[in-house]
């Protein structure tokens, strides 16, 4: 028994010795883990140029002048001589109503003014006549006085008829409306044979000035400051982006800052002012409104998509010449229309990340896709963003 039990702890011992060996050199050959494959990612440069600083709004083109048409006198219309829809200029005869009424008023002024001038004549004659038997003595103070008032009241009655007479001639006028603009004409409101009256609604025709015309938009008023320092180095340009209309923008100037703010909204009124030849601006129309305030030069330009925000503010991943990405901290002047201006944490040249950040930590290793330009259109901004100008 004793024998037996010597033997059983030295088997167990070269047991585990065994083991031990066999784990330790397995061990040895094993081989390390491979390292994580690069992130695909795709990605942009960073560019140096000039970049207009910009306020955007909607718009609604409006006519330059309109001029609602309405008859001042009461008659029978009795001619149109323009078509709805038609260009008319200033000064062409649009409508005309039934001038005999008129005419003969007028016929029966310059009567009157006939007989009275006949009468002041004699009244006039009177008055000689007896301005000298008075200076004789043979008629009294009383009767010359009466003379003397009969020449002036004749006097005054001819003065009225004359103003009858004037009176009937603008009458007989009114007879006859022209067109006060250069306009385009609307719907006719009322049509040839029917009775109208002065001044009565519905208006005659609506005329529209639409060259040159007003886009009306507004900004907050947050934006004024700016607009108006800007606005005080000369006129500031406006563009009126015309949906589904491929030929570009449609040009002016502004010319028009509202005198107060509407305390309701708190926005204020601006217009700009286009030459509108090729009318492609129509009243009534919205418009995507783009007003220029200056041009910020040597401006670093990014596409916005490359920006993100973590806990420390924002930032891009920056590719370095080893293929690993560095977050980088950026400092932002304004964004908008898919690119931003940075004002600090970038150079020119450099290589940002633009999209695949979510697979990304500092250090990964990245594979570029095909790298994507920045747009080469000029950005927007709220003006009370910019900063360093």
Do not use: N
């Given at each position: 028994m004793a024998r037996t039990n010597h033997i059983r702890p030295t088997v167990l011992g070269l047991l585990v010795v065994f083991s031990w060996l066999w784990f330790t050199g397995c061990s040895g050959n094993a081989a390390a883990p491979p390292p994580p494959p690069p992130v695909s990612v795709t990605s942009a440069t960073v560019v140096q140029k000039t970049m207009p600083l910009q306020v955007r709004a909607i718009g609604s083109v409006e006519a330059y002048s309109n001029v609602s048409v309405k008859t001042q006198i009461t008659g029978e219309l009795t001619g149109v001589f323009f078509k709805e829809g038609d260009d008319v200029k200033k000064g062409q005869l649009l409508f005309t109503l039934d001038r005999r009424p008129y005419e003969a008023t007028l016929k029966q002024a310059e009567a009157a003014l006939a007989r009275d001038q006949a009468q002041l004549a004699n009244a006039q004659s009177q008055q000689n006549r007896y301005d000298s038997l008075y200076k004789a003595g043979v008629v009294s103070k009383e009767q010359f006085d009466q003379m003397q008032m009969n020449f002036e009241a004749m006097n005054a009655a001819v003065i009225a008829d004359k103003a009858a007479i004037e009176n009937a001639k603008v009458q007989l006028i009114y007879c006859s409306i022209y067109s006060p603009i250069n306009a385009r004409a609307g719907t006719l409101m009322i049509h040839q044979g029917n009775m109208i009256k002065a001044n009565d609604t519905p208006f005659l025709v609506s005329l529209n000035q639409i060259e040159p015309i007003y886009v009306t938009f507004t900004v907050p008023e947050q934006e004024l400051p700016a607009i108006k320092r800007y606005i005080a180095g000369g006129k500031l340009a406006v563009q009126a982006m015309i949906p589904n209309d491929n030929r570009g923008p449609a040009s002016g100037k502004l010319s028009f800052i509202d005198n107060a703010v509407d305390t309701t909204t708190g926005t204020i009124k601006l217009k700009g002012e286009f030459v509108n030849a090729d009318r492609r601006l129509w009243p009534g129309q919205f418009v995507d409104v783009v007003l220029t305030l200056t041009e910020q030069p040597n401006?670093?330009?990014?596409?916005?998509?490359?920006?993100?925000?973590?806990?420390?503010?924002?930032?891009?991943?920056?590719?370095?010449?080893?293929?690993t990405v560095e977050a980088r901290p950026v400092t932002v002047n304004r964004t908008s229309d898919g690119q931003t201006v940075i004002d600090k944490g970038l150079s020119q040249g450099e290589q940002i990340v633009t999209d695949g950040q979510l697979r990304l930590?500092?250090?990964?290793?990245?594979?570029?896709?095909?790298?994507?330009g920045t747009p080469s259109s000029g950005t927007s901004a709220s003006a009370d963003k910019a900063r360093g100008e």
């Open positions: 401006a670093i330009v990014i596409p916005s998509q490359a920006l993100q925000t973590g806990q420390q503010g924002q930032f891009v991943f920056v590719v370095k010449p080893d293929m930590v500092p250090g990964s290793k990245v594979e570029l896709k095909q790298a994507v």
